[in-house]
């Protein structure tokens, strides 16, 4: 139900946009967050968007290169990443829930996830 793609290999300093296809209607009763997960390490959340009014929340370490959109026509959430790091190097996910007291950036309170997009920053 939800669809990630856009990643791949990419130098230090680059960027690259990840998408997000949402299926049915999650988009219209779903908040949709960005997460993810470094080699060896946990799942990190990046950010969030509310579906009922688009406001987007950002991890704090993440706002400065990361941008979270979505585009309703589309059923699709985007993450444009800029000036790359190779600490960004992770599988990135996105996934939904419709729970109302999930907090930005906790995977626990997702429901449903992606398979998640690779992501490789290297030179």
């Known amino acids: 139900q939800l669809v990630e793609s856009g990643g791949g290999l990419v130098q230090p300093g680059g960027s690259l946009r990840l998408s997000c296809v949402v299926s049915?209607?999650?988009?219209?009763?779903?908040?949709i967050g960005w997460f993810r997960r470094p080699p060896g390490g946990s799942r990190q959340g990046v950010a969030c968007?509310?579906?009922?009014?688009?406001?987007?929340t950002y991890v704090d370490s993440m706002k400065d290169r990361f941008t979270m959109s979505r585009d309703i026509e589309k059923n699709t959430v985007y993450l444009e990443m800029n000036n790359l790091r190779p600490e960004d190097t992770a599988r990135y996910y996105c996934?939904?829930?419709?729970?109302?007291?999930?907090?930005?950036?906790?995977?626990?309170?997702?429901?449903?996830w992606g398979e998640g997009i690779l992501v490789t920053v290297s030179s």
């Open positions: 996934a939904a829930t419709a729970w109302p007291k999930y907090v930005c950036g906790d995977p626990l309170g997702m429901e449903v």
């Open positions: 049915g209607r999650i988009l219209d009763y779903y908040d």
């Open positions: 968007i509310k579906n009922s009014d688009g406001r987007i």
